[in-house]
């Protein structure tokens, strides 16, 4: 199970719009910051194929500038 870590910066006056935009993915969890434009996004997905996939689905958002991964670990199944 992946669970990484993301900063997401928004395009300039369009952090509403993206915090939205990332809030639909059932896999990921928002905290907006309170003092930067910046979003801290955190996925966790069932495998490296679905995590690839809504990464791609993040990357396509109008609204975000730029995606950088923070952190990321695959917890294997027992």
Do not use: W
Request: proline content about 6%; charged content about 25%; overall charge negative.
């Amino acid at each position: 199970m992946p669970i990484k870590s993301y900063l997401a910066l928004p395009v300039a006056g369009r952090k509403d719009e993206l915090m939205t935009a990332l809030k639909s993915f059932h896999q990921c969890e928002v905290v907006p910051a309170k003092n930067q434009d910046v979003l801290a996004l955190v996925t966790d997905t069932s495998n490296e194929m679905e995590e690839e996939i809504l990464k791609e689905k993040i990357e396509a958002i109008n609204s975000l500038k730029m995606l950088s991964l923070v952190s990321g670990f695959n917890t294997p199944p027992n």
